[in-house]
């Protein structure tokens, strides 16, 4: 199969050298091409500002912006079957940054306007609908509801379901604790495992899925 994932953070910048981001890492995206990759796959990795090695036998794509993450996943979009979208895309930019750095001076506070930035998912899907989708839903409550709401809505094939306040599936570490929600219904419990080891359980489905349709 042909396969598009993102991974880490995006940056969205306030001036020169400040930014808005998140606390990804990229470990779990960096799983899944590698999974993907050990099991034949042709994979394309997407990956926003991280500091981990590139896996051997795969092309990767590097983004600063969910502007850029946009444009790169609609560019490898079209021919590919399989997209997991594992990375955290910024909800939103700065609507104008600064041009030069904002020097403190006598300010005591900055009001700065925040726009939505493209939802990514639900921009590309029409363009190639023969493909898997699956999306990831990092929560911190209600997150069973917030997933398939999000399943839903971005008419995802496969969401993976994780509550960031419990132990062992916060960002950055080496595990997760996730439950996977088809869109054709049901919901399976991965519990706490390596992102690794979740990867597999990821692609076990995805290559299920497509065998059988």
């Not at 910048?13 to 890492?25: E, G, H, K, Q, Y």
């Not at 094939?157 to 080496?174: H, K, R, S, W, Y």
Request: proline share 4%; charged share 25%; hydrophobic share 45%.
């Amino acid at each position: 199969m042909k396969v598009v994932i993102t991974a880490g953070p995006t940056r969205e910048f306030l001036d020169p050298v400040r930014f808005l981001s998140n606390p990804s890492t990229g470990r779990m995206g960096f799983a899944c091409a590698s999974e993907g990759v050990d099991r034949g796959h042709d994979v394309v990795l997407i990956s926003g500002p991280v500091s981990l090695p590139t896996p051997d036998g795969l092309r990767r794509v590097d983004v600063v912006s969910a502007s850029d993450m946009w444009e790169a996943v609609r560019l490898a979009f079209g021919e590919c079957d399989v997209l997991i979208m594992c990375a955290a895309v910024a909800d939103w930019t700065v609507d104008v940054p600064a041009e030069t750095k904002l020097k403190k001076g006598t300010m005591e506070s900055l009001t700065v306007s925040l726009i939505r930035t493209r939802d990514i998912l639900a921009s590309v899907s029409a363009e190639n609908e023969s493909a898997t989708l699956v999306g990831f839903a990092a929560e911190t409550d209600h997150v069973i509801e917030a997933a398939t709401h999000k399943l839903k809505s971005k008419g995802l094939d496969l969401i993976v379901a994780n509550d960031v306040t419990v132990p062992g599936a916060g960002f950055g570490g080496e595990t997760n604790v996730a439950t996977l929600l088809p869109a054709s219904g049901g919901a399976i419990d991965c519990g706490l495992l390596t992102k690794r080891a979740l990867a597999a359980r990821i692609f076990d489905w995805v290559e299920a899925t497509r065998r059988s349709d």
